[in-house]
T-cell receptor, first 111, second 113 residues
Framework: SQQGEEDPQALSIQEGENATMNCSYKTSINNLQWYRQNSGRGLVHLILIRSNEREKHSGRLRVTLDTSKKSSSLLITASRAADTASYFCATDALSFQKLVFGTGTRLLVSP | DAGVIQSPRHEVTEMGQEVTLRCKPISGHDYLFWYRQTMMRGLELLIYFNNNVPIDDSGMPEDRFSAKMPNASFSTLKIQPSEPRDSAVYFC???????????FGPGTRLTVL
């Protein structure tokens, strides 16, 4: 089964609103990464958070990690139409020795 | 660096034909990954290499699929014979370490008729 599961599967918001996506995983990890995929393109790395970190920021992105709940959230503040994409979390579960990608959240930001 | 390069970008073929997808990783990256993405199954890891050696091919769906990495700058994914259910977007990615940030190519959209 998937190591990472994103929630919600799809999210539709207006420009200027914040978008929050969640990722849950099942086993202990070293780090968790978030990627973005624009339609018809490859995935692009956004941010990496290590297991000993609780929060990380990059521009309009804020990522949190709760290892006790085995979950992470990605917050995009003041969203723009250009943020429309699918967002994936990826975990490096200690038992897998490789990155395992979740199912993704499709974000639609309307002007 | 130009990033990960994949060719062709689009491939349309008929059932039973051989298909070869190509990938050039970022120079200096020791790991290369092949993924398949479909609406139904999402993003699946097919196989990955470390220093040109296949490490984990547990995601390769069946014997019709094979992958090679003859040198550090080139890899191929071959499907022979191809079937309609192989239609998908195939991505190649490379990284410095097996769980480090991965850099994806633009993908090859394969359609098998």
């Amino acid at each position: 089964s998937q190591q990472g599961e994103e929630d919600p599967q799809a999210l539709s918001i207006q420009e200027g609103e914040n978008a929050t996506m969640n990722c849950s995983y099942k086993t202990s990890i070293n780090n968790l990464q978030w990627y973005r995929q624009n339609s018809g393109r490859g995935l692009v790395h956004l941010i990496l958070i290590r297991s000993n970190e609780r929060e990380k920021h990059s521009g309009r992105l804020r990522v949190t990690l709760d290892t006790s709940k085995k979950s992470s959230s990605l917050l995009i503040t003041a969203s723009r139409a250009a943020d429309t994409a699918s967002y994936f979390c990826a975990t490096d579960a200690l038992s897998f020795q490789k990155l395992v990608f979740g199912t993704g959240t499709r974000l639609l930001v309307s002007p | 660096d130009a990033g990960v390069i994949q060719s062709p970008r689009h491939e349309v073929t008929e059932m039973g034909q051989e298909v070869t997808l190509r990938c050039k990783p970022i120079s200096g990256h020791d790991y290369l990954f092949w993924y398949r993405q479909t609406m139904m199954r999402g993003l699946e890891l097919l196989i990955y290499f470390n220093n040109n050696v296949p490490i984990d091919d547990s995601g390769m769906p069946e014997d019709r699929f094979s992958a090679k990495m003859p040198n550090a700058s080139f890899s191929t994914l071959k499907i022979q014979p191809s079937e309609p259910r192989d239609s998908a977007v195939y991505f190649c990615a490379s990284s410095l370490g097996n769980t480090d940030t991965q850099y994806f190519g633009p993908g090859t959209r394969l359609t098998v008729l």
